[in-house]
Each structure stands twice: as structure tokens, then as C-alpha cells.
DNA sequence: TAGCTGTATTATCTTATCTAGTACACTTAT
DNA sequence: ATAAGTGTACTAGATAAGATAATACAGCTA
């Protein structure tokens, strides 16, 4: 369910929220599905419980989820709602680096075909699933 | 000449490393042009030496300038070079960022529409100069 | 020779990340 | 009521990366 890439240079804590965003945004996770206890996940992964607990924390203070004393930590975002703040922070990192490749004198040609084969690469991925 | 945030999570050597390559990149530094002296560039930014030290080796590593004991260092790397390598280095970027658009299902179309504003307006910006 | 260069070394400081252990308040099921 | 599970808070320590500080050495050049 969750993967933790421990080589990694990004820390644990937000590998954690980036993958739980991701299974929110997949639909895997719905709005007040229980996620797995503090304790639980710290020891499935291996980890210290105060890392997931970091995790949670920052993902409640997204609003991505919440917690209640005693009870868990469930969804609080539905995957339309986080969708939209996702794409919206995706388009402005492309923004960005639209702005890099400009002044790198790419041709707008260029861009435009990388991602029209990576959407189409894409799109036969899933029929292979 | 070269500008540093010190604010930005982004460590100063990474900082002074992007900076000298956009200079290459940009023309202001050609082939063979000297660079500031380890010593000096330190004074100026109010850093440590090791630290400029430390961005200069990486830029060796890299080609990109090349040191001469008791002379200085030097821009080793052409503009077309440079710039070719950073190409590079951004399609790669954006083909990693096209996958996340597309699995978060953001319409191809949206992503060109994008690409196409920071163009335009980067056009623009440059008559303005 | 004096004064620049690059380069190397050692030590110290700070910060972020992660671990470890403990404690407390709350909820739920028995 | 009790036990076991929840979230939450706190202190302490380990580690690594980044940056600073001071010093030293080798090479070049005027």
C-alpha cells in the first residue's frame, strides 16, 4: 500500500504524504476511509512512529485528512477536491519550467512533442494493465 | 553578477552552480573567460571560501570550468555545449511532469495551453527589454 | 620576493531528519 | 470498570548536510 524509498534524498515524512495524496487522488483511498493507526504504519514500515506522526500532522494541516483523539485518522479531502489543488500546483511547476525551456531557446514544437508521446505512452500503459 | 538567497532552502553552492552555468548559457561568460577567484567571489558575496570552493570543484566535475593552480579557473564549456546538455536535462524534467499531468488526468490540450501562454508572454517580455 | 592563485585539512556550529523512550488523554470493546 | 487501542506531546540523542573558521601548502606571475 505504501512504499518508503529509503536511498532516497527525499525524507520519509514526505514520501509518506506524497503517497497517501496519491492514494486519495487514485481513488484507493475515500473521504473518511480509516487510515492505518500512528503505530500501525510505523511498524509496517519499519520506521519510527514520530515520523508518521510528522506525516499525519502536515497531511491534517493540508486538510488532506484529520484525526480525532482516541478514534484514528481518516480522509478529509475527496479526490476531486485534492485533484484540483494537485493539478493546479502541477501547472504552475509547468509554468515554470515552460519559462526555463524558453529561455533555454527549445523550440515550442519540442515541448509539445514530449508530451504528446509521454500522454501517449501513457495511454497504451493502460490498456496493458 | 551573481545574486544569492540566502533564505532559499536551496544550499548556496547549488545556488552559485546554477548561477555561473546561466551565465554560460546566457553568453555573459564565453570559453576561457577567467572567473572571479575563490577568494574574491567569497569577499563578495560575504561567504565562506570553502564554500565557493566547494561549487568550483563541482563545476570541474562537471566541465563546466576548469582550474589551474596559481592561475584561476576558467569557463571550460561553450554556450552551444552548455546548452545542449541543459536542453537535455529539462525534457527530461518535463517528460517526468508530463506523467504526473496525465495521471492526474489533466487534459493534453490544458498543458499546451500553458506552454503556449509562457511563451507568448516570454516573447513579449523580451521586446520590452 | 611578494602577492596573487587553487587546493587540502581540521575543527566547530547549525539545522533537518530520524530514532528512542515515556507520558497523557480519549475512545471502544469486553 | 478495565484493557487495549487510538492521537498527541515532550525530551533526549544520533546522524548527516551545509556552512563557517583558521591554517597550510603548492604553483604562477609581476
Known sequence: MILID????????????????????????????????VRQLAQELAINPNTIQKAYAELERQGV???????????????QELRTVQQKELLEQLAALSTDLYRLQVPQDEVYAVVQQVYEQQKEDEIHD
Do not use: A, M, T
Open 6 to 37: 529509503y536511498k532516497s534524498r527525499k525524507p520519509i515524512y514526505e514520501q509518506i504524504i506524497d503517497n497517501i495524496k496519491h492514494l486519495v487522488v487514485s481513488g484507493v483511498l475515500q473521504r473518511d476511509d480509516q487510515l492505518p493507526s
Open 65 to 79: 485528512i484529520y484525526s480525532l483523539k482516541g478514534r484514528g485518522s481518516f480522509v478529509g479531502s475527496s479526490l
